[in-house]
């Protein structure tokens, strides 16, 4: 919802009925490139493999609409946010790691994730949550470019993905 929480009937309907749940994520924006509108809302949301990926991003990602490397492939925005280009191009490379039809591993899913974080990292801040429906992955811009934190939603461990930043031009 583009408005203040405080006064959304949605909240006041799921704090009575709302479903149960492992995880849940919310956003609150600093209106820096789109309108305030519920296109523009985060947390944004796409199907793909029978489960549903949810991204929030915090931060500015200057020239990402024209960036090779973070194409959003067959994903389109709905609204007009820089986060929304960065969950496109990061569900374009999910897309193809979900090809062979089975669910791809989680360490294969994870070292995706590590290496979108590089990639976004060169264009600005890059703090974002990222699940997809069995785990959680947090990107803070305090760690280094290309670390995530991932937490399984079905137990209380935590684990950390690192990956090593790729020589420039590599892929």
Same mark, same amino acid.
């Given at each position: $919802?583009?408005?203040? /929480?405080?006064? !959304?009937? @949605?909240?006041?309907?799921l704090e009575l009925h709302g479903? %149960?749940?492992?995880?849940?994520? %919310? ?12 296109? =523009?809302? #985060?947390?944004?949301?796409? $199907?793909?493999?029978?489960? &549903?990926?949810?991204?929030?991003? =915090?931060?500015? +990602?200057?020239?990402? $609409? ?10 389109? #925005? *709905?609204? #007009?946010?820089? %986060? $929304? ?11 193809? @790691?979900?090809?062979?039809?089975? &669910?791809? %591993? *989680?360490? /294969?899913?994870? !070292? *995706? ?13 890059? =703090? ?13 811009? /305090?760690?280094?470019?290309?670390? @995530?934190?991932?937490?399984? +939603? ?8 690192? @990956? !090593? ?7």
């Amino acid at each position: $919802e583009p408005g203040a /929480a405080g006064d !959304s009937a @949605l909240v006041r309907y799921l704090e009575l009925h709302g479903p %149960s749940t492992h995880l849940a994520i %919310s956003h609150i924006r600093h209106a820096t490139r789109g309108a305030v509108r519920f296109s =523009n809302t #985060q947390p944004f949301m796409r $199907e793909l493999g029978g489960r &549903m990926h949810v991204f929030a991003h =915090n931060g500015d +990602l200057p020239g990402i $609409e024209g960036s090779a490397v973070l194409a959003p492939g067959p994903y389109r #925005q *709905l609204g #007009q946010t820089d %986060s $929304e280009a960065a969950f496109c191009a990061l569900m374009a490379r999910m897309r193809r @790691l979900w090809d062979g039809g089975d &669910m791809p %591993s *989680l360490q /294969a899913r994870m !070292s *995706l994730v590590a290496a979108f974080a590089c990639d976004l990292r060169a264009l600005g801040p890059a =703090n974002f949550l990222y699940a997809d429906g069995e785990v959680l992955a947090i990107r803070k811009t /305090a760690m280094d470019s290309c670390t @995530l934190t991932a937490s399984p +939603l079905d137990a209380g461990t935590h684990s950390r993905v690192s @990956l !090593s930043p790729r020589p420039p031009g590599a892929r």
